[in-house]
């Protein structure tokens, strides 16, 4: 089974996937950002880095892809391939930093991907405010991440609910994560567990 753990930067979906993880006995499987070779340029020139950025996204999560369909027990994924294109590269192709040149390249490439997996049994959807990202994003203090901008944020906020309700076609839960503490409150991560045992199990039916 494949779990994948969405949302946007700062909205907990490595806390959540290290949590869930160690709750049922999944795999943990996330995102490398420290090693990523691109990143921090990235963030002090987007518009010079950004197909570059996404290239090298794109080839990890299909990597990960790949190793999750041989797996024989259950994954749990922070971040998709699917959400690294419908909303981070198609933000950065609205802002201007891709031409259709690299972006249709981008596309086709990942089209082909897609032909060889399969969509995750359940997304979990991280909903969360802007101001509730900025203070996560500045308390866990990475550097290249303290110069990130409020539109950026709102950009991919809106993006996000349009690819949860409009694009994905796989089952999702949406969580909406400003009012719950789940790494420090039990019962909001209980909240969290008991919906899931619902979808994936059939258990606690409304």
Same mark, same amino acid.
């Given at each position: 089974?494949h779990?994948?753990i969405?949302?946007n930067i /700062?909205?907990g979906?490595?806390?959540?996937?290290?949590?869930?993880?160690?709750?049922?006995?999944?795999t943990?499987?996330? +995102?490398?950002?420290?090693?990523?070779p691109y990143?921090?340029?990235?963030?002090?020139?987007?518009?010079?880095?950004?197909?570059?950025? +996404? %290239?090298? @996204?794109l080839?990890?999560?299909?990597r990960?892809?790949?190793?999750?369909?041989?797996?024989? /027990?259950?994954i749990?994924?922070?971040r998709s391939?699917? +959400? /690294?294109?419908?909303?981070?590269?198609?933000?950065?192709?609205?802002?201007?930093?891709?031409?259709?040149?690299?972006?249709?390249?981008?596309?086709?490439?990942?089209?082909?991907m897609?032909? %060889?997996?399969r969509?995750p049994?359940?997304m979990i959807?991280l909903?969360?405010? %802007?101001?509730h990202?900025?203070?996560?994003?500045?308390?866990? /203090?990475?550097?290249?991440?303290q110069?990130?901008?409020?539109?950026y944020?709102?950009?991919?906020?809106?993006?996000?609910?349009? @690819?949860?309700?409009?694009?994905?076609k796989?089952?999702?839960?949406? %969580?909406?994560?400003?009012?719950?503490?789940? +790494?420090?409150r039990p019962?909001?991560?209980?909240?969290?567990?008991?919906?899931i045992?619902?979808?994936?199990?059939?258990?606690f039916?409304?």
């Open positions: 089974m779990i994948v969405a949302g /700062g909205s979906k490595s806390t959540l996937t290290r949590l869930l993880a160690r709750h049922y006995g999944w943990p499987q996330f +995102e490398a950002v420290d090693n990523n990143l921090e340029d990235y963030y002090r020139d987007i518009h010079r880095w950004s197909f570059n950025l +996404e %290239v090298y @996204f080839k990890e999560r299909f990960d892809l790949i190793a999750i369909g041989q797996s024989q /027990g259950t749990i994924q922070d391939i699917f +959400e /690294g294109v419908y909303v981070f590269m198609a933000n950065n192709k609205a802002m201007g930093h891709l031409t259709d040149r690299d972006y249709n390249t981008y596309m086709e490439l990942f089209e082909q897609l032909t %060889v997996v969509m049994d359940l959807y909903r969360a405010s %802007v101001a990202l900025v203070g996560n994003i500045q308390q866990r /203090g990475r550097d290249y991440e110069t990130i901008q409020l539109e944020l709102e950009n991919l906020n809106r993006r996000y609910e349009d @690819f949860i309700t409009n694009q994905y796989g089952r999702t839960m949406i %969580v909406d994560k400003d009012a719950l503490d789940f +790494e420090h019962e909001d991560f209980a909240q969290i567990t008991n919906r045992d619902r979808l994936l199990y059939g258990l039916p409304e």
